[in-house]
């Protein structure tokens, strides 16, 4: 059974720091790209960060370029998102996805989501 636990999301002041974790399980997860998605009260959700499965290439949205990171550890089935310099407008829920194939049939699957919130 597939599973994606997000965790490490709360409250935090304007400036500060928060990290995400994502622990997967259930697929080859090596072969999966990794990526962070966040959905604030009456939007869309949006891409924030992703991490190719091979070569652990990067991309970001322009929103966040230069103040969030996102990494993944293979060995621990994990990927994560260090959120530094946190602003009001971060504030949403942040979902985890992986998206790979099984054989040929594309896959995609989502966690439940971690509540962060900006706010002195």
């Known amino acids: 059974q597939v599973q994606l636990v997000e965790s490490g999301g709360g409250l935090v002041q304007p400036g500060g720091s928060l990290s995400l974790s994502c622990a997967a399980s259930?697929?080859?997860?090596?072969?999966?790209?990794m990526s962070w998605y966040r959905q604030a009260p009456g939007k869309d959700r949006e891409l924030v960060a992703i991490?190719?499965?091979?070569?652990?290439?990067?991309d970001y949205a322009d929103s966040v370029k230069g103040r969030f990171t996102i990494s993944r550890d293979n060995s621990k089935n994990t990927v994560y998102l260090q959120m530094n310099s946190l602003k009001p407008e971060d504030t949403a829920v942040y979902y985890c996805n992986a998206a790979g194939r099984l054989g040929a049939r594309p896959m995609s699957y989502w966690g439940q989501g971690t509540q962060v919130t900006v706010s002195s």
């Open positions: 259930g697929f080859t997860f090596s072969s999966y790209a």
């Open positions: 991490i190719a499965s091979a070569l652990f290439s990067t």
